[in-house]
């Protein structure tokens, strides 16, 4: 998703400040001289690659070969953890994640931790010039330290593969800029409905994006994905474009927080922009395997009719499963029947602050940006409301 989601992350729990003054000094160095050199990123990613693959040379086939459309999200991602080392029941299951889906870029051994530390300090020192004093050289030390220590770690002592592997069996066009693609997995990948999955496919090397499949588990593994291409997307337009049945696909660690809980005696509200829907949809198909459910309500929007390809399947379950209600959204297309006209964030709070539901959100950072602001604003609990916050790509 886009890159300012990795910088201005929507608000989750435990925003409020940390109440360690020894982290809070760090996180403050860190943020103040972060602020020096932020003007200058571009020039500062450059020369932290070149640092890099300057002390460690072998760190240059890790990356893909055109360093231009990997947008530095290394270098952004490495950033914003730094800068959240105060809040370490968010960050720390996020980055043993991190750290185990790390091993399937070949990236689990000391040494390249060690020369990533380097490089990274190395370029912040160059840009920050007098900003730079040593105990701001301590705090990002420091800070470092404790991300590279909790992903090595976590990857580590995972026993599962690095990644999986799984041949293109389907390849359906639905519309000009979205495709759903089937892929039969060698072995069934672990995750559980609502999480995603890092994808690289063999049209474009090396630059892995991150999928939700649409499914839950099945026997034979089967994994559904919805793709949207969207404009000038490397991997999204050659998956919706050119993918072939037989190609084979290599798929990281499921990852993500994203689930039903079936036993809160919660009902649950669902809200999916886009693709969005992929995750929702294998929540509500691992519920339709259980007799007794919470209601859930869902409001699936898009700019117009063809954006909620998956409606006629949801309505199909909607069918023979009372306690699940779909609601379509359009934003774009007013007066179309059935259909409530709006933003997904105006047509949700229109109906009240949903404050006894478990939500959760899934779509583009922005909608998601934009519902859950208004949900709060609205009187949404925000510990209530679920969402993937770390949107990386
Ligand atoms: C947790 C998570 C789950 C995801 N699940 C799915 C899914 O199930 N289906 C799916 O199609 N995509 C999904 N995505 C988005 C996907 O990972 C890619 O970001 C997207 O396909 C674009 O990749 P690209 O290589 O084509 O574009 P890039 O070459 O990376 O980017 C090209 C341009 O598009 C912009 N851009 C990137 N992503 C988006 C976006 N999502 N919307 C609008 N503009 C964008 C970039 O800022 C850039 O300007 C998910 C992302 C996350 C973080
Ligand atoms: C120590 C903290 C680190 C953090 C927080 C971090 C974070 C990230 C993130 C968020 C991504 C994008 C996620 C994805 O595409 O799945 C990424 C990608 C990547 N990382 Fe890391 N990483 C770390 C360490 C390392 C190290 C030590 C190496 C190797 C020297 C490395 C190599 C890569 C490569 C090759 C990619 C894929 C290419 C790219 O997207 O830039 N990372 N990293």
Redesign the pocket.
Known sequence: ???NAVLTPVPTPGDEPADTSGDSTMVRLIRESWATVEPQQDELAQFFYGLLFSVAPATRELFPVNME?Q?SRLLRALVHVVHMVDRPDDLEPFLRQLGRDHRKFGVFLTEQYQALGTALLGALRRFAGDAWTPEVDKAWTDAYSMVAKTMQQAAEADQGPAYWTGQVVEHQRITWDLAVVRVKPDQPVPYRPGQ?VSVEVPQRPR?W????PANAPRLDGMLE?????????????AIVGHSQIGDTWRMGSPM?RMSVDRRSGREVLMIAGG?GV?PMRAMLEELTRWGDNPNVTLFVGGRGRDDLYDLDALNTMTATNPWLSVVPVLEEAPGVPGAEHGTLADVVTRHGAWAEHDVLVCG?PAMIRATVSRMLVAGTPLDRIKY?PF???
Request: aromatic content about 12%; overall charge positive; cysteine-free.
């Open positions: 998703m886009t890159s459309v947008r995603y630059l994006r991150y999928l939700s994905f919805h793709v949207r291409a969207v404009d000038s997307g490397w991997v999204s337009r993500g693709t992929a583009s993937d949107t990386l790509d």
